[in-house]
């Protein structure tokens, strides 16, 4: 019996139609459009608009653009995972609404949690899902409204962010198609550098802590940096050593997309160019959970079956993680 492993084999994805210009961050905050782009690589981020808009809005529109180009029933799926680091409420899951709100009546559903590497985790757990054998069709879907814990008052975070969401079809492959490798990785020492304050359970919701714009996302900036250059370049690394890659077997290098200075270490580490690193960080920001997949739909036309792919991804907590993975088709 041939070895199973887990192959995407539709991706999909959904952007706000509202762009945020770093013109238009000009007249919140003190910066401008050479300050942001040279620093980060950003020009411009989506912002959903809308009254009872949530992360689950975007999420929907992705999945159903993966139904449309895989033309699978919603009822065939097993499982939903919704990686986000901004669900639409508390307690019920994100990844249940969206699974109803398709049709995928049949599915079970959870959230995912590792801030920007959130979608990278998830690809691991859906593998091993269809390793199992137990499931055939497993919908993972990264998705963040950024937007809603952003303090557009504080420059450091506000011209990094947006909002956006993608999705991968994960099915059973007999061809040696699909995830090969993973190097996952945590730090909980982390934690105080990328975060919310409040609305946890350390710090419930309180009318000092919306005084205190506690509920906003805070990053120390210079420290998150480092960390990240560092750690992203170096599961990057390790990834082709212990699989016995050069780059040359490399076709494409999917980094997180938090800024381009990162990416453009992770793939000097590597020896990779420009050509071979998927980019579209100016044109979403930094979407969270959604950057990975948002890459895969933006390049799917340029993707070949057989393609080697080396995802990187950082995040809060501190999180990160390298997945080698075999692109299943052609488009």
């Not at 180009?69 to 901004?86: G, R, Y």
């Not at 919701?205 to 805070?218: R, W």
């Not at 071979?276 to 960080?281: D, E, G, L, T």
Request: proline share 2%; aromatic share 8%; charged share 25%.
């Amino acid at each position: 019996m041939k070895k199973i492993t887990a192959a995407i084999s539709a991706v999909g994805k959904y952007v706000p139609e509202y762009i945020l210009t770093n013109k238009e961050l000009e007249k919140l905050v003190d910066t401008n459009d050479e300050w942001i782009t040279s620093r980060t690589g950003i020009k411009e981020r989506r912002i959903l608009k809308g009254e009872n808009k949530g992360t689950s809005f975007m999420a929907i529109k992705a999945a159903e653009e993966v139904l449309q180009k895989s033309k699978i029933n919603p009822e065939e799926i097993d499982l939903v995972i919704v990686a986000t680091a901004t669900p639409d409420i508390m307690v019920a899951s994100t990844a249940v609404y969206v699974a109803t709100e398709i049709g995928a009546t049949n599915a079970f559903g959870y959230d995912l949690q590792a801030a920007c590497s959130s979608f990278l985790y998830g690809m691991s757990t859906a593998a091993s899902y269809i390793e199992s054998g137990r499931y055939k069709k497993v919908l993972l879907i990264g998705a963040d409204k950024m937007s809603s814990i952003i303090d557009y008052t504080d420059r450091a975070t506000c011209i990094i962010f947006g909002d956006g969401a993608g999705a991968a079809l994960f099915e059973p492959d007999t061809e040696g198609l699909g995830l090969q490798d993973e190097y996952l990785r945590s730090d909980g020492a982390g934690r105080e550098f990328l975060k919310i304050a409040a609305g946890g359970s350390i710090l419930p919701a309180s009318e000092d802590t919306l005084k205190n714009g506690q509920h906003f996302i805070h990053q120390e900036g210079k420290t998150v940096f480092k960390h990240a250059v560092s750690n992203m370049a170096d599961v990057s690394e390790k990834m082709l050593t212990r699989n016995n890659l050069t780059k040359e077997d490399i076709q494409w290098l999917v980094p997180h997309q938090a800024n381009k200075r990162i990416i453009e270490a992770t793939a000097n580490r590597v020896g990779l160019e420009s050509d071979k690193v998927m980019m579209n960080i100016h044109r979403y920001g930094n979407t969270t959970s959604a950057t990975l997949p948002l890459l895969l739909a933006d390049y799917e036309n340029q993707l070949k079956k057989g393609d080697n792919l080396i995802f990187a991804a950082f995040g809060g907590g501190f999180t990160w993680g390298s997945i080698y993975l075999k692109w299943a088709y052609n488009s």
